[in-house]
């Protein structure tokens, strides 16, 4: 099943701080970051696994909680550049390179 | 060190037509993933192959869709006889192996506009 992103869409400006949450139905072995810039492909912002391990990005961080099967993304000091579409995608596999199903998106764009 | 590449990056068809979209992976992954945008939505998950096999194909559509990821050569997703909602953003990932989750490497995709 997809998981459920919120907000839809967020302006900031340039400064300003931003959460977006990704929730899913289904246990999750791991939730999956990208972000997508308009015509462009998607790319990978952070992972975190079941267990607490988390490999990203140096000033994006994320939570995952696992009971609730929710993953939060923390933009902190937003930057014209963190203008964008997030997409959160989870996966249920620990089998590794697993498929995943990606939510709709959050529209993010910051403002000078 | 190339990423993930595909061809064509736009393609017109007719309807009645066939598409087929190429994917390179990056070198070294032998994992490769299709999928589908339409506008304004999400990435969703069509198929996974490895070399000559296929691992998962629950997002395929049951006809006119095929994919295959020969032991030598790019993967191929092969749309037979395109309709108008095949129009989308067809997106190929890569990743290096089985074993842990990891990231996904994206292609810039490509554009299928079916007239």
């Known amino acids: 099943q997809q998981p459920v992103q919120s907000p839809q869409a967020v302006i900031l400006r340039e400064g300003e701080d931003a959460v977006i949450n990704c929730s899913s139905s289904?246990?999750?072995?791991?939730v999956h970051w990208y972000r997508q810039k308009h015509g462009e492909a998607p790319v990978f912002l952070m992972i975190?696994?079941?267990?607490?391990e988390q490999k990203g990005h140096e000033k994006i961080s994320a939570s995952f909680n696992e009971k609730k099967q929710q993953s939060s993304l923390y933009l902190t000091a937003s930057q014209l550049s963190y203008s964008g579409t997030y997409f959160c995608?989870?996966?249920?596999?620990?089998?590794?390179?697993?498929?995943?199903?990606f939510g709709k998106g959050t529209k993010l764009t910051v403002n000078p | 060190n190339a990423g993930v590449m595909q061809n064509p990056r736009h393609l017109v068809r007719r309807r009645g037509q066939e598409a087929r979209l190429r994917c390179s992976p990056m070198?070294?992954?032998?994992?490769v993933y299709w999928y589908r945008q339409l506008p304004e939505e999400g990435l969703k998950f069509m198929v996974y192959?490895?070399?000559?096999?296929?691992?998962?194909e629950s997002g395929m559509p049951k006809e006119r869709f095929s994919a295959e990821f020969p032991k030598e050569g790019p993967s191929i997703l092969r749309i037979q006889q395109v309709v108008r909602g095949d129009s989308a953003a067809y997106f190929c990932?890569?990743?290096?192996?089985?074993?842990?989750?990891?990231?996904?490497?994206f292609g810039e995709g490509s554009r299928l506009t079916v007239l």
């Open positions: 990932a890569s990743s290096p192996r089985r074993g842990r989750a990891g990231e996904l490497f």
């Open positions: 289904k246990a999750l072995y791991s």
């Open positions: 975190l696994l079941k267990g607490g």
């Open positions: 995608g989870t996966g249920d596999s620990q089998g590794g390179s697993e498929k995943l199903v």
């Open positions: 070198k070294g992954h032998s994992h």
């Open positions: 192959l490895q070399k000559e096999n296929i691992i998962d």
